[in-house]
């Protein structure tokens, strides 16, 4: 398909009509021979003396040739542009960072598969999430693990392979042995921050309570909520827990309710992954898609088409002066 990109180079197009009609033919003079017995010449041979002027006009070809340079040019000032097949860019419509727990107690081993073997808690967010990125297309995910500090291990990117590897790489203790939940959502946060997109949305999977971290995750919480963020929680211990690694579900319910969103409980892979089918039926994957098509100019054709009509025309008026003298 072709367009122009300055069409109004094509309202020129009958100008060369215009000035034959309305500007005078050009003049010449000549030098001509006085002769003082034209008029005996003229009845001798019985012509009729005419005026001393006359107007060349050009052959068939040469007309052709010129209106074919005229239309010809006039493309080439139009600049065609050929467009290529429709594509189709999907941009993300959404920031989801992921904020995952790899306290000590993550390493218990106490999500039961039926007919399986036992895996760690760990494992089982790692087993779930990765079915989780592969429903998100459009989104950009991010992920923050967290311990006794949080770290950014992948900032936001629509890639979700690469997501996944680094979220594989992920092990229980490389972040520390406690639990600093509030530090890893002030992390999130201002992480968020520097998002573009309207839509800002942070889940945390934790199996412990903060234990002294510089921002109390209910303060995280205020934060987020005046950014615009939306903070679900999900608990992947068992509430039954005592000790340093119990949940506290009253912090885990007051971050969700505080930003908008919601709390889970996870007991096992199947609950897990009901979690995180509800948290696609809340937060549904969207993307903004632009559709375009490469322009390439082919203004060039023209003016080269111009240039082998006119080498072709000279050779053939050259060949014939010279064959027919």
Known sequence: MV???HPNWLWLLPLPLLLVRWLPPYQTRQRAIQVPFLSLLAQLTGQTPGSGTSTAQPARWQRVALVLTWLLLLLALAKPMWLGPPQTRQMSGRDLMVVVDLSGSMAAKDFAQPGQQALSRLAAVKQVLAEFAQQRQGDR??????GDAAYLQAPFT??????????????????????H??????LAIKLM??????QKVVLVLTDGNDTDSLVPPLEAAKV???????VYMVAVGDP??????????????GVA??????????LSPTQLREVTNTLGELEPAQYQSVEYRLKQSIHYLPVAAVLLLYLTLFSWATWRRRVHG
Not at 160 to 176: F, K, N, T
Not at 224 to 230: I, S, W
Not at 240 to 253: F, S, Y
Not at 257 to 266: C, D, N, S
Request: net charge negative; proline share 0%; no cysteine.
């Open 3 to 5: 367009e122009f990109a």
């Open 141 to 146: 995910l991010g992920l923050i693990l967290f």
């Open 158 to 179: 629509a890639d979700q392979a690469v997501w996944l590897a680094l979220l594989d790489q992920a092990q229980v203790g490389m972040a520390g042995q406690s639990t």
């Open 181 to 186: 939940l509030g530090d890893a959502l002030g």
């Open 193 to 198: 921050r520097s998002s573009t997109l309207e």
């Open 224 to 230: 987020a909520a005046a950014e615009g963020v939306t």
């Open 240 to 253: 039954a827990t005592v000790g340093e690694e119990a949940l506290d579900m009253t912090v885990i319910q």
């Open 257 to 266: 309710e505080r930003t908008g969103g919601r709390h889970f409980l996870a």
